[in-house]
C-alpha cells in the first residue's frame, strides 16, 4: 500500500519540477534579453 502512494507521486515531483525549471528559465532569458537592449540604448 505505502509502495503504491510513493509510486504515485513520482510523477507529481517530476512535473512540477520541470514546470518550475521552465519558469525560471523564461525569467532569466528575459533578463538577459532586457540586459541587452539596454547596452544597446546605451551604444547608441
Known amino acids: ?18 514546470l518550475t525549471a521552465c519558469n525560471t528559465t523564461r525569467g532569466v532569458g528575459e533578463d538577459v534579453e532586457a540586459g541587452g537592449k539596454a547596452i544597446q ?4
Open 41 to 44: 540604448r546605451t551604444a547608441q
Open 1 to 18: 500500500m505505502r509502495y503504491k502512494s510513493v509510486l504515485a507521486l513520482i510523477p507529481i515531483i517530476v512535473l512540477s519540477t520541470v
